[in-house]
C-alpha cells in the first residue's frame, strides 16, 4: 500500500509560483510505474497535471506547458510540481498520484489533495 501526503498549495497572486511536494510512503518512487500531478476545479473533472514515469519521461497538459515542472527526488521519496506564471485558471485542488503495476494489473493511489488559490 501506497500513501502519498501533498504539501505547498496555498493562495498567490496571479502571475505567482508555487511549490507542491508529495511525500510517498509504503513504497519507494523509484519502483512504480510513474508518478503524476492532477487537479480538480468546482464543476469539472479531474485532468492530469503533469506525469513523471520511472524512467524519468515527463508529460504536462497543454495549458501548463512551459510554466509547470515535474519532478522527484528519489532519495526523499518525493513529487514536486513547480508551478510558475500562476493564472486564476489554475485554481483547484491538486492530487498526487501514483501508479504500480502488479500481477493484478494496475493500482492507483491517491493523496487527499492540497487546495490552490491564485488571486486576479
Known amino acids: 500500500q501506497v500513501q502519498l501526503v501533498e504539501s505547498g498549495g496555498g493562495l498567490v497572486q496571479a502571475g505567482g509560483s508555487l511549490r507542491l511536494s508529495c511525500a510517498a510512503s509504503?513504497?519507494?518512487?523509484?519502483?512504480?510505474?510513474?508518478m503524476g500531478w492532477y487537479r480538480q476545479a468546482p464543476g469539472k473533472q479531474r485532468e492530469l497535471v503533469a506525469r513523471?514515469?520511472?524512467?524519468?519521461?515527463?508529460n504536462y497538459a497543454d495549458s501548463v506547458k512551459g510554466r509547470f515542472t515535474i519532478s522527484r527526488d528519489n532519495a526523499k521519496n518525493t513529487v514536486y510540481l513547480q508551478m510558475n506564471s500562476l493564472k486564476p485558471e489554475d485554481i483547484a485542488v491538486y492530487y498526487c498520484?501514483?501508479?504500480?503495476?502488479?500481477?493484478?494489473?494496475?493500482?492507483?493511489?491517491w493523496g487527499q489533495g492540497t487546495q490552490v488559490t491564485v488571486s486576479s
Open positions: 513523471i514515469t520511472s524512467g524519468g519521461s515527463t
Open positions: 498520484n501514483a501508479v504500480g503495476i502488479g500481477t493484478m494489473g494496475r493500482y492507483d493511489y
Open positions: 509504503g513504497s519507494r518512487i523509484s519502483r512504480l510505474n510513474a
